[in-house]
């Protein structure tokens, strides 16, 4: 589970003040004039070609599987350049988990012990209602080893959640 809303509004970890994001604001909307003026969009920069070590654990983890064959794709964004400029004007905008508190349907919220993303499961948790509702923290696991890695995936416990909840 990511938020993307709340990352693009507030930035990584809720680090974001409001007269950045006034600043964001600005700049993005400037970029999609520009982008309208041009015919054409500005991409926002991806993950890097090489690490220098310098780097969040996090942007380690996505190069992990973006930038190698584990997870890498000629067509990828996340493998080969970033997104359209603009594009988290919508999520600053809107945010996507504003009415989670009325879902009645059964909710498997997935993540790492160890993933950087970790508090947006946490706390979409915290708002939802009902006890059909579960939080799986899975140990020892990072945001992008919940993708592929067979070995740290509770495809048991997921069976069940689904076997329990889908009839």
């Given amino acids: ?6 990352v693009n509004a507030n930035g990584y970890f809720d680090a974001m003040t409001s007269e ?14 520009e982008d309208y003026k041009n015919g ?3 991409v926002a920069p991806g993950l890097p070609d090489r690490l220098t070590g310098e780097e969040p654990q996090f942007v380690k983890d996505y190069y992990g599987y973006y930038k190698t064959p584990r997870g890498y794709h000629k067509n990828s964004l996340n493998s080969n350049g970033g997104w359209n400029m603009t594009s988290s004007l919508s999520f600053i905008n809107m945010p996507i988990l504003s ?7 059964a909710v498997l919220l997935l993540h790492g012990e160890n993933a950087h993303s970790r508090y947006f499961s946490e706390d979409a948790y915290k708002k939802l ?22 070995d740290k995936i509770p495809f048991d416990k997921l069976e069940k959640f689904f076997s329990d909840n889908l009839k």
Avoid: C, F, W
């Avoid at 589970?1 to 709340?6: A, G, I, K, N």
């Fill in 40 to 42: 054409s969009y500005a």
């Fill in 129 to 150: 209602k009902g006890d059909n509702k579960e939080l799986m923290i899975i140990p020892n696991a990072n945001h992008v080893d919940l993708y592929d890695q067979t």
């Fill in 99 to 105: 009415y989670s508190d009325e879902i009645q349907s």
């Fill in 1 to 6: 589970m990511y938020d993307m809303s709340r």
């Fill in 20 to 33: 950045e994001r006034r600043e964001l604001k600005r700049r993005l909307n400037a970029q999609r004039t």
